[in-house]
Protein backbone atom coordinates (compact mmCIF):
# COMPACT_ATOMS: atom_id res chain seq x y z
CA UNK A 1 0.00 0.00 0.00
CA UNK A 2 1.36 3.15 -0.60
CA UNK A 3 0.36 6.29 1.13
CA UNK A 4 0.14 9.97 -0.51
CA UNK A 5 3.27 12.44 0.95
CA UNK A 6 0.40 14.21 2.82
CA UNK A 7 -0.04 11.31 5.30
CA UNK A 8 3.20 10.63 5.60
CA UNK A 9 3.67 13.75 6.69
CA UNK A 10 0.97 13.60 9.38
CA UNK A 11 2.55 10.53 10.50
CA UNK A 12 5.88 11.87 11.06
CA UNK A 13 4.19 14.61 12.98
CA UNK A 14 2.10 12.59 15.27
CA UNK A 15 5.18 10.21 15.99
CA UNK A 16 7.50 13.30 17.45
CA UNK A 17 4.45 14.70 19.49
CA UNK A 18 4.18 10.97 21.24
CA UNK A 19 8.05 11.20 21.78
CA UNK A 20 7.86 14.84 23.29
CA UNK A 21 4.95 13.46 25.72
CA UNK A 22 6.55 10.30 26.76
CA UNK A 23 9.95 12.42 27.29
CA UNK A 24 7.86 15.01 29.19
CA UNK A 25 6.31 12.45 31.28
CA UNK A 26 9.60 10.80 32.30
CA UNK A 27 10.98 14.91 33.04
CA UNK A 28 7.87 14.98 35.43
CA UNK A 29 8.41 11.68 36.86
CA UNK A 30 11.68 12.23 37.87
CA UNK A 31 11.64 15.77 39.43
CA UNK A 32 8.47 13.96 41.45
CA UNK A 33 10.43 11.82 42.86
CA UNK A 34 12.79 14.33 43.91
CA UNK A 35 10.38 17.17 45.23
CA UNK A 36 7.31 14.87 46.17
CA UNK A 37 9.09 12.30 48.37
CA UNK A 38 7.98 12.23 52.27
CA UNK A 39 10.46 14.04 54.25
CA UNK A 40 11.75 11.92 57.61
CA UNK A 41 12.18 12.54 61.09
CA UNK A 42 15.23 13.69 62.42
CA UNK A 43 16.37 12.94 66.40
CA UNK A 44 18.78 13.71 68.78
CA UNK A 45 20.44 10.46 69.61
CA UNK A 46 19.72 9.53 73.66
CA UNK A 47 21.59 6.67 74.63
CA UNK A 48 25.03 7.87 74.94
CA UNK A 49 23.46 11.21 77.22
CA UNK A 50 23.06 8.33 79.57
CA UNK A 51 26.36 7.59 81.10
CA UNK A 52 26.95 4.40 83.26
CA UNK A 53 23.80 1.57 82.79
CA UNK A 54 23.87 0.20 86.46
CA UNK A 55 22.64 -3.70 85.56
CA UNK A 56 19.79 -3.60 87.27
CA UNK A 57 18.69 -1.19 85.34
CA UNK A 58 20.22 -2.50 81.62
CA UNK A 59 17.24 -4.21 80.97
CA UNK A 60 14.81 -1.51 80.77
CA UNK A 61 16.85 1.06 79.49
CA UNK A 62 17.04 -1.94 76.61
CA UNK A 63 13.67 -2.53 76.02
CA UNK A 64 13.24 1.58 76.11
CA UNK A 65 15.81 2.61 73.46
CA UNK A 66 14.01 0.37 71.12
CA UNK A 67 10.74 1.58 71.92
CA UNK A 68 12.78 5.06 70.90
CA UNK A 69 13.37 3.39 67.45
CA UNK A 70 9.81 2.06 67.39
CA UNK A 71 8.39 5.70 67.90
CA UNK A 72 10.60 7.22 65.00
CA UNK A 73 9.79 4.21 62.90
CA UNK A 74 5.57 5.15 63.42
CA UNK A 75 6.24 8.49 62.41
CA UNK A 76 8.52 8.28 59.48
CA UNK A 77 5.07 5.69 58.57
CA UNK A 78 2.64 8.35 59.43
CA UNK A 79 4.44 11.26 57.32
CA UNK A 80 4.46 8.81 54.12
CA UNK A 81 0.99 8.11 54.61
CA UNK A 82 -0.48 11.56 55.34
CA UNK A 83 1.09 13.42 52.61
CA UNK A 84 -1.12 16.36 51.67
CA UNK A 85 -2.73 16.36 54.25
CA UNK A 86 -3.93 19.08 56.79
CA UNK A 87 -2.57 22.91 56.35
CA UNK A 88 1.36 23.98 57.36
CA UNK A 89 1.10 23.46 60.59
CA UNK A 90 -0.32 19.25 59.90
CA UNK A 91 2.94 17.73 60.77
CA UNK A 92 4.12 19.58 63.59
CA UNK A 93 0.72 18.70 65.33
CA UNK A 94 -0.25 15.61 64.13
CA UNK A 95 3.34 13.89 64.09
CA UNK A 96 6.12 15.62 65.47
CA UNK A 97 4.09 17.05 69.05
CA UNK A 98 3.28 13.85 69.61
CA UNK A 99 6.39 12.01 69.44
CA UNK A 100 7.97 15.01 71.54
CA UNK A 101 5.64 13.81 74.42
CA UNK A 102 6.55 9.70 73.42
CA UNK A 103 10.20 10.91 73.88
CA UNK A 104 10.12 12.73 77.07
CA UNK A 105 7.62 9.80 78.74
CA UNK A 106 10.59 7.45 77.40
CA UNK A 107 13.80 9.47 78.33
CA UNK A 108 12.30 10.21 81.88
CA UNK A 109 12.02 6.18 82.51
CA UNK A 110 15.42 5.69 81.86
CA UNK A 111 16.41 8.36 83.92
CA UNK A 112 14.06 6.71 86.71
CA UNK A 113 15.47 3.56 86.18
CA UNK A 114 19.32 4.42 86.61
CA UNK A 115 18.18 6.39 89.84
CA UNK A 116 17.13 3.47 91.49
CA UNK A 117 20.84 2.16 91.95
CA UNK A 118 23.07 4.99 90.98
CA UNK A 119 22.87 8.83 90.70
CA UNK A 120 19.78 9.82 88.48
CA UNK A 121 21.49 10.97 85.21
CA UNK A 122 20.83 14.87 84.36
CA UNK A 123 19.58 14.82 81.10
CA UNK A 124 18.36 17.66 79.13
CA UNK A 125 14.89 16.14 78.51
CA UNK A 126 13.30 18.40 75.90
CA UNK A 127 16.09 18.63 73.66
CA UNK A 128 16.80 14.96 73.29
CA UNK A 129 12.61 14.78 72.62
CA UNK A 130 12.29 17.22 70.09
CA UNK A 131 12.85 16.13 66.45
CA UNK A 132 13.12 17.91 63.36
CA UNK A 133 12.57 16.69 59.94
CA UNK A 134 15.01 15.66 56.72
CA UNK A 135 13.03 16.95 54.08
CA UNK A 136 12.08 15.10 50.39
CA UNK A 137 13.29 11.97 51.80
CA UNK A 138 16.54 12.67 53.47
CA UNK A 139 18.58 9.75 55.07
CA UNK A 140 17.69 7.99 58.40
CA UNK A 141 19.43 9.10 61.17
CA UNK A 142 21.07 6.05 62.99
CA UNK A 143 18.76 3.81 65.12
CA UNK A 144 19.31 4.19 69.06
CA UNK A 145 21.30 0.79 70.11
CA UNK A 146 19.08 -1.19 72.01
CA UNK A 147 22.48 -3.14 73.90
CA UNK A 148 24.08 -1.15 76.35
CA UNK A 149 26.69 -2.58 78.42
CA UNK A 150 26.20 -2.11 82.16
CA UNK A 151 28.38 -0.68 84.60
CA UNK A 152 30.71 -2.30 86.70
CA UNK A 153 29.15 -3.51 90.17
CA UNK A 154 31.55 -1.42 92.10
CA UNK A 155 30.25 1.56 90.34
CA UNK A 156 26.89 1.20 91.44
CA UNK A 157 26.63 1.98 94.93
CA UNK A 158 27.80 4.99 97.06
CA UNK A 159 26.04 8.07 96.22
CA UNK A 160 22.75 6.52 94.55
CA UNK A 161 22.69 3.53 97.17
CA UNK A 162 18.48 3.68 98.07
CA UNK A 163 18.23 5.44 101.42
CA UNK A 164 16.58 3.42 104.82
CA UNK A 165 14.28 4.49 107.72
CA UNK A 166 15.20 5.34 111.48
CA UNK A 167 12.80 4.73 113.41
CA UNK A 168 13.10 5.53 117.30
CA UNK A 169 12.11 2.70 119.67
CA UNK A 170 9.03 2.06 120.84
CA UNK A 171 9.35 -0.97 123.03
CA UNK A 172 11.03 0.61 125.75
CA UNK A 173 9.09 3.78 126.14
CA UNK A 174 5.34 1.34 127.34
CA UNK A 175 6.73 0.81 130.73
CA UNK A 176 5.06 -2.53 132.21
CA UNK A 177 2.78 -4.26 130.26
CA UNK A 178 -0.61 -5.64 131.79
CA UNK A 179 -1.12 -9.54 130.90
CA UNK A 180 -4.31 -8.38 129.63
CA UNK A 181 -2.77 -6.23 127.02
CA UNK A 182 0.27 -8.22 126.08
CA UNK A 183 -1.21 -9.86 122.90
CA UNK A 184 -2.11 -6.74 121.38
CA UNK A 185 1.14 -4.96 122.50
CA UNK A 186 2.39 -7.80 120.68
CA UNK A 187 0.67 -7.04 117.57
CA UNK A 188 1.37 -3.52 117.26
CA UNK A 189 5.46 -4.23 117.41
CA UNK A 190 5.19 -6.27 114.94
CA UNK A 191 2.98 -4.28 112.93
CA UNK A 192 6.05 -1.30 113.66
CA UNK A 193 8.31 -3.43 111.84
CA UNK A 194 6.23 -4.12 109.11
CA UNK A 195 5.66 -0.44 108.70
CA UNK A 196 9.41 0.07 108.13
CA UNK A 197 9.89 -2.53 106.25
CA UNK A 198 7.37 -1.67 103.93
CA UNK A 199 8.81 2.52 103.91
CA UNK A 200 12.20 0.77 103.26
CA UNK A 201 10.90 -1.24 99.62
CA UNK A 202 9.36 2.30 98.82
CA UNK A 203 12.43 4.12 99.64
CA UNK A 204 14.21 1.41 96.64
CA UNK A 205 11.60 1.31 94.28
CA UNK A 206 11.11 4.90 94.10
CA UNK A 207 14.44 5.71 94.26
CA UNK A 208 15.28 9.02 91.90
CA UNK A 209 11.32 9.84 91.34
CA UNK A 210 9.63 13.11 92.45
CA UNK A 211 10.81 16.18 93.93
CA UNK A 212 13.10 17.45 96.82
CA UNK A 213 10.26 16.61 99.05
CA UNK A 214 9.20 13.47 97.20
CA UNK A 215 10.29 11.24 100.54
CA UNK A 216 8.97 13.54 102.53
CA UNK A 217 5.67 13.43 101.31
CA UNK A 218 5.35 10.26 100.40
CA UNK A 219 6.88 8.15 102.39
CA UNK A 220 8.14 9.21 105.93
CA UNK A 221 4.91 11.70 106.23
CA UNK A 222 2.26 8.58 105.61
CA UNK A 223 4.83 6.31 108.01
CA UNK A 224 4.27 8.64 110.71
CA UNK A 225 0.71 8.24 110.56
CA UNK A 226 0.82 4.90 110.28
CA UNK A 227 3.25 4.66 113.53
CA UNK A 228 1.44 7.02 115.87
CA UNK A 229 -1.99 5.06 115.30
CA UNK A 230 -0.10 1.81 116.40
CA UNK A 231 1.47 3.53 119.35
CA UNK A 232 -1.77 5.08 120.65
CA UNK A 233 -3.87 1.68 119.99
CA UNK A 234 -0.63 0.36 122.77
CA UNK A 235 -1.45 3.21 125.29
CA UNK A 236 -5.01 2.51 125.06
CA UNK A 237 -4.70 -1.05 125.74
CA UNK A 238 -2.10 -0.74 128.57
CA UNK A 239 -4.78 1.93 130.18
CA UNK A 240 -7.71 -0.23 130.05
CA UNK A 241 -6.15 -1.89 133.19
CA UNK A 242 -3.45 -0.10 134.43
CA UNK A 243 -2.36 3.16 134.18
CA UNK A 244 -1.81 4.82 130.82
CA UNK A 245 1.55 5.17 129.96
CA UNK A 246 2.31 9.40 129.19
CA UNK A 247 4.02 8.82 125.69
CA UNK A 248 5.63 11.73 123.40
CA UNK A 249 3.62 10.14 120.53
CA UNK A 250 4.47 12.69 117.94
CA UNK A 251 8.50 12.10 118.79
CA UNK A 252 8.09 8.10 118.96
CA UNK A 253 6.15 8.26 115.75
CA UNK A 254 8.59 10.43 113.58
CA UNK A 255 11.00 8.68 111.33
CA UNK A 256 14.64 9.59 109.65
CA UNK A 257 17.18 8.75 106.89
CA UNK A 258 19.70 7.07 107.40
CA UNK A 259 21.93 7.80 103.76
CA UNK A 260 23.04 5.76 101.10
CA UNK A 261 21.81 2.49 102.42
CA UNK A 262 23.09 3.52 106.42
CA UNK A 263 22.10 0.14 108.45
CA UNK A 264 18.30 -0.08 109.58
CA UNK A 265 17.60 0.25 113.46
CA UNK A 266 17.14 -3.19 115.56
CA UNK A 267 13.67 -3.76 114.75
CA UNK A 268 10.94 -3.51 117.71
CA UNK A 269 11.00 -6.90 120.03
CA UNK A 270 7.61 -8.64 119.04
CA UNK A 271 7.48 -10.67 122.74
CA UNK A 272 6.48 -8.65 126.19
CA UNK A 273 7.28 -9.65 129.45
CA UNK A 274 4.02 -9.12 131.41
CA UNK A 275 2.97 -7.66 134.71
CA UNK A 276 3.42 -9.89 138.06
CA UNK A 277 0.65 -11.85 137.62
CA UNK A 278 -1.33 -10.55 140.24
CA UNK A 279 -4.41 -9.52 137.68
CA UNK A 280 -5.90 -6.20 137.65
CA UNK A 281 -5.43 -6.23 141.76
CA UNK A 282 -2.14 -6.45 141.45
CA UNK A 283 -0.10 -3.17 141.28
CA UNK A 284 1.10 -2.96 137.68
CA UNK A 285 -2.52 -3.32 136.89
CA UNK A 286 -4.18 -1.86 139.26
CA UNK A 287 -3.55 1.48 141.58
CA UNK A 288 -4.43 4.30 139.57
CA UNK A 289 -5.45 2.51 137.16
CA UNK A 290 -7.60 -0.03 138.05
CA UNK A 291 -11.28 0.38 136.60
CA UNK A 292 -14.02 2.23 139.00
CA UNK A 293 -17.15 0.90 139.50
CA UNK A 294 -20.59 2.15 139.39
CA UNK A 295 -22.56 2.74 143.19
CA UNK A 296 -26.20 3.12 142.80
CA UNK A 297 -28.48 4.11 145.61
CA UNK A 298 -30.92 0.45 146.27
CA UNK A 299 -34.35 1.27 145.64
CA UNK A 300 -36.30 1.35 148.66
CA UNK A 301 -39.35 2.50 150.15
CA UNK A 302 -41.78 0.49 147.59
CA UNK A 303 -45.81 0.35 148.64
CA UNK A 304 -47.23 -3.43 148.70
CA UNK A 305 -47.32 -4.36 145.29
CA UNK A 306 -50.67 -5.59 144.16
CA UNK A 307 -50.70 -9.09 142.51
CA UNK A 308 -51.42 -7.88 139.04
CA UNK A 309 -48.27 -6.07 138.84
CA UNK A 310 -45.44 -7.98 140.74
CA UNK A 311 -44.21 -9.58 137.49
CA UNK A 312 -43.75 -6.90 135.98
CA UNK A 313 -41.80 -5.19 138.89
CA UNK A 314 -39.44 -8.08 139.44
CA UNK A 315 -38.52 -7.82 135.47
CA UNK A 316 -37.97 -4.18 136.29
CA UNK A 317 -35.61 -4.45 139.24
CA UNK A 318 -33.98 -7.27 137.45
CA UNK A 319 -33.20 -4.82 134.68
CA UNK A 320 -32.06 -2.20 137.27
CA UNK A 321 -29.40 -4.49 138.36
CA UNK A 322 -28.45 -5.74 134.56
CA UNK A 323 -27.61 -2.06 133.67
CA UNK A 324 -25.28 -1.53 136.76
CA UNK A 325 -23.23 -4.78 135.72
CA UNK A 326 -23.26 -3.39 131.83
CA UNK A 327 -22.00 -0.12 132.95
CA UNK A 328 -19.57 -1.69 135.05
CA UNK A 329 -18.09 -3.91 131.96
CA UNK A 330 -17.91 -0.18 130.31
CA UNK A 331 -15.80 1.36 132.65
CA UNK A 332 -13.13 -1.46 132.41
CA UNK A 333 -12.64 -1.73 128.45
CA UNK A 334 -12.71 1.91 128.24
CA UNK A 335 -10.36 2.77 131.10
CA UNK A 336 -7.72 5.68 129.84
CA UNK A 337 -10.36 6.94 126.97
CA UNK A 338 -11.58 10.26 126.57
CA UNK A 339 -10.98 13.60 128.66
CA UNK A 340 -12.06 14.41 132.37
CA UNK A 341 -15.76 14.24 131.52
CA UNK A 342 -16.08 10.86 129.68
CA UNK A 343 -17.35 8.82 132.44
CA UNK A 344 -20.05 11.22 133.16
CA UNK A 345 -20.94 11.74 129.42
CA UNK A 346 -20.80 8.33 128.23
CA UNK A 347 -21.41 5.89 131.11
CA UNK A 348 -23.12 7.61 134.38
CA UNK A 349 -25.40 9.72 132.59
CA UNK A 350 -26.88 7.28 129.93
CA UNK A 351 -27.03 4.92 133.00
CA UNK A 352 -29.17 7.41 134.89
CA UNK A 353 -31.27 7.75 131.58
CA UNK A 354 -31.86 4.22 131.49
CA UNK A 355 -32.48 3.89 135.54
CA UNK A 356 -35.27 6.78 135.05
CA UNK A 357 -37.31 5.12 132.82
CA UNK A 358 -36.90 1.92 134.33
CA UNK A 359 -38.48 3.48 138.08
CA UNK A 360 -41.13 5.55 136.14
CA UNK A 361 -42.10 1.57 134.00
CA UNK A 362 -41.91 0.38 138.04
CA UNK A 363 -44.44 3.42 139.17
CA UNK A 364 -47.08 2.79 136.50
CA UNK A 365 -47.08 -0.74 136.85
CA UNK A 366 -48.04 -0.30 140.92
CA UNK A 367 -50.45 2.99 140.02
CA UNK A 368 -52.52 0.44 137.77
CA UNK A 369 -54.36 -1.57 140.56
CA UNK A 370 -52.88 0.71 143.80
CA UNK A 371 -51.79 4.32 144.84
CA UNK A 372 -49.29 4.95 142.16
CA UNK A 373 -46.29 5.47 144.53
CA UNK A 374 -44.11 8.79 143.18
CA UNK A 375 -40.78 10.14 143.46
CA UNK A 376 -38.89 6.77 142.52
CA UNK A 377 -36.76 9.15 140.27
CA UNK A 378 -34.39 9.95 143.15
CA UNK A 379 -32.89 6.16 142.90
CA UNK A 380 -31.67 6.89 139.52
CA UNK A 381 -28.53 9.18 139.84
CA UNK A 382 -25.31 6.84 139.95
CA UNK A 383 -21.84 7.79 141.49
CA UNK A 384 -18.45 5.82 141.29
CA UNK A 385 -16.16 3.67 143.75
CA UNK A 386 -12.66 4.60 142.55
Known amino acids: MHLSRSSARRWQIAGVAAVAVALTGVG ?42 T ?24 ILGPLKD ?3 ATINRMATAIGRSAAKPNLNVDALAACGLNQNGGGVAAPEPTKVQAAPADSQAGGGA ?34 IAEANKRLVTSQGEGGPNFIQNAILGPLKDKRVAAINRMATAIG ?27 PEPTAVPAAPGNGAGGN ?35 LLNTQIAEANNRLASTIGQGG ?47
Do not use: M
Not at 289 to 317: K, M, Y
Open 28 to 69: LGVASADENSAPTVNCPAVAGELGAVPARAQAEIERNLALLN
Open 71 to 94: QIAEANKRLVTSKGEGGPNFIQNA
Open 102 to 104: KRV
Open 162 to 195: APTVSCPAVAGALGTVPAQARAEIERNLALLNTQ
Open 240 to 266: RTAAKPNLNVDALATCGLNQNGGGAAA
Open 284 to 318: AAGGNGAAPTVNCPQVSGLPSIPVQARDEVARNLE
Open 340 to 386: PNFIQNAILGPLADKRTATLNRIETAIGRNAAKPEGLERFAPCSLNN
